[in-house]
Structure formats: structure tokens, C-alpha cells
């Protein structure tokens, strides 16, 4: 039997691991490391940084590649789906050639293996092919980590709010009658598309990591700051992961 625990290691910061996690990662026998690619080797060097930080037993550490996505696969689901499958196909390479006797596997997860992460999806897949006990860990995620760094609640009193993507607010725009809104996943300031009367926005660039930027204002007069901003930071790093959070009344 192969244990696999997916472990959230928060946005960054090896601060953010819980004594749980750390404890998983020493009970592990396998611990994997997606690599290859600007902002992959970073964040390796941060899963492995971390790992030299807490881990006090003798575990081995395995980097692996991440094959691309698809992009000649035009349907979006149809690419992600493509993309899991071939993951998880070398996901079990690695275990095979690692504990071909069975024992435990850890995976750290960026943020929390529950929100806009592909790795339970992905152990899903292995389980169909071998028998496989799955464990989560918990992490901050990046949600928490923004509105840390602002200082703000992530609601209003008694009041909901939506977490959604770049893609679904640049083609659905907000979502009615919801006051705040968390964006994940934008890689093209969806919030340009969008009319800025009443908005103020929260906006964190590598939230929890080293370099973490943070800006706040009312959307019509600071857009263009954001967008320079986040330019000057991807041609700095090669990368950049950002996260913010549209407030629909100014304070």
C-alpha cells in the first residue's frame, strides 16, 4: 500500500507550516518536487528550502518535470484534463521507481490542496491504477495571505463572498450582488475590463514569499500602477503568481 499525503505548505512563507504538516513530511519516506520552468525552479527551491528547514529524518527527496499543457487542444476543460492524465502518469512513474515496497509519499501543495489546485484531482487518477490511501494537510492559502497583508476582512458583516478566477470574471464579470470578490488565476488584469465606478481593489504579488508586493486603492486611479507594477515584477522574476480582491463600495 502507498500512503500519498498532500501537504499544504502555505504561500511561501516556511513560516506558514503547520506542526502537523511538519510532521508528515518527516513521516514520509518519498517527498516529490515538481520542477523545470522560471517560475517552477523558484518555487522548488522554495519546496526544498523548506524541507532542509523541518525535516529531521533521513527522506528522499525526488525532483520530476511537469510535461505542458496541451495548447493545440483548443476545448479549456478538455487541455486540463489532457494535462492531469499525463501528470498523474509520471506522479506513478515516480512512486513505482521509488517504493516499489510500498511506504509514504508527500507532495508539499502550494497554498491548500482544496482550492484552485490540481493535486487531489490528479491522486483521484493514481487511485484507478494502484492502490493508494490518500491524506490531506491543511495550509494558509493565499486567500489568507492577501487579506493579511491589506488588513482586511474577506467579508462584510453577515455578508457572502465568491472566489473565481481571471477567466470566469473576464467573461462573466462580477458576480450580482456580491460585495467582495477574491481572483485567483489572472494572468491578463481582467479587472481592466471592468467598469471601475465604486470598485477598490486589493492586490498582492507573491503573497507570503520573499518580494511580496502590495497595493490598494480605488480601481479607476490605481489600475495603471497594478499594471505597471506587475510588468516590472514578471520581467524582474521571469514569473509572477498575484492574487487580489474587488470591494464593491470604497471605504
Same mark, same amino acid.
Given at each position: 500500500?502507498?500512503?500519498?499525503?498532500?501537504?499544504?505548505? *502555505?504561500?511561501?512563507?516556511?513560516? +506558514?507550516?503547520? =506542526?502537523?504538516?511538519?510532521?508528515?513530511?518527516?513521516?514520509? #519516506?518519498?517527498?516529490?518536487?515538481?520542477?523545470?520552468?522560471?517560475?517552477? #525552479?523558484?518555487?522548488?527551491? /522554495?519546496?526544498?528550502?523548506?524541507?532542509?528547514? &523541518?525535516?529531521?529524518?533521513?527522506?528522499?527527496?525526488?525532483?520530476?518535470?511537469?510535461?505542458?499543457?496541451?495548447?493545440?487542444?483548443? !476545448?479549456?476543460?478538455?487541455?486540463?484534463?489532457?494535462?492531469?492524465?499525463?501528470?498523474?502518469?509520471?506522479?506513478?512513474?515516480?512512486?513505482?521507481? +521509488?517504493?516499489?515496497?510500498?511506504?509514504? /509519499?508527500?507532495?508539499?501543495?502550494?497554498? !491548500?490542496?482544496?482550492?484552485? !489546485?490540481?493535486?487531489?484531482?490528479?491522486? #483521484?487518477?493514481?487511485?484507478?491504477?494502484?492502490?493508494? #490511501?490518500?491524506?490531506?494537510?491543511?495550509?494558509?492559502?493565499?486567500?489568507?495571505? =492577501?487579506?493579511?497583508? +491589506?488588513?482586511?476582512?474577506?467579508?462584510?458583516?453577515? *455578508?457572502?463572498?465568491?472566489?473565481?478566477? @481571471?477567466?470566469?470574471?473576464?467573461?462573466?464579470?462580477?458576480?450580482? @450582488?456580491?460585495?467582495?470578490?477574491? &481572483?485567483?488565476?489572472?494572468?491578463?488584469?481582467?479587472?481592466? @475590463?471592468?467598469?471601475?465606478? *465604486?470598485? +477598490?481593489?486589493?492586490?498582492?504579488?507573491?503573497?507570503?514569499?520573499?518580494?511580496?508586493?502590495?497595493?490598494?486603492?480605488?480601481?479607476?486611479?490605481?489600475?495603471?500602477?497594478?499594471?505597471?507594477?506587475?510588468?516590472?515584477?514578471?520581467? !524582474?522574476?521571469?514569473? /509572477?503568481?498575484?492574487?487580489?480582491?474587488?470591494?464593491?463600495?470604497?471605504?
Amino acid at each position: 500500500m502507498i500512503t500519498l499525503t498532500l501537504v499544504g505548505i *502555505g504561500s511561501g512563507n516556511p513560516e +506558514h507550516l503547520t =506542526l502537523q504538516a511538519v510532521r508528515a513530511l518527516n513521516d514520509a #519516506d518519498l517527498i516529490l518536487i515538481p520542477e523545470k520552468g522560471k517560475a517552477k #525552479d523558484e518555487l522548488a527551491q /522554495v519546496r526544498r528550502e523548506i524541507c532542509a528547514n &523541518v525535516l529531521t529524518s533521513d527522506v528522499h527527496i525526488q525532483g520530476f518535470d511537469l510535461p505542458i499543457r496541451n495548447e493545440a487542444i483548443t !476545448d479549456y476543460d478538455a487541455r486540463v484534463n489532457d494535462w492531469h492524465d499525463r501528470i498523474a502518469v509520471i506522479w506513478k512513474q515516480q512512486i513505482d521507481a +521509488h517504493l516499489p515496497d510500498g511506504g509514504k /509519499v508527500a507532495f508539499l501543495v502550494w497554498g !491548500d490542496p482544496s482550492l484552485y !489546485d490540481s493535486t487531489l484531482r490528479i491522486a #483521484d487518477r493514481i487511485q484507478a491504477n494502484m492502490p493508494l #490511501d490518500v491524506k490531506v494537510i491543511p495550509g494558509i492559502t493565499s486567500i489568507q495571505t =492577501l487579506t493579511a497583508a +491589506h488588513a482586511i476582512p474577506v467579508n462584510t458583516i453577515n *455578508g457572502p463572498f465568491v472566489v473565481t478566477t @481571471g477567466r470566469r470574471l473576464r467573461d462573466e464579470g462580477l458576480p450580482a @450582488g456580491i460585495e467582495n470578490v477574491i &481572483v485567483m488565476l489572472d494572468g491578463e488584469c481582467s479587472f481592466t @475590463g471592468l467598469n471601475p465606478d *465604486g470598485l +477598490h481593489i486589493y492586490w498582492t504579488a507573491y503573497a507570503g514569499m520573499e518580494g511580496e508586493i502590495n497595493l490598494s486603492g480605488p480601481l479607476s486611479e490605481i489600475t495603471d500602477e497594478i499594471i505597471a507594477t506587475r510588468k516590472a515584477a514578471r520581467e !524582474d522574476r521571469g514569473w /509572477v503568481m498575484d492574487i487580489y480582491m474587488l470591494v464593491r463600495s470604497t471605504p
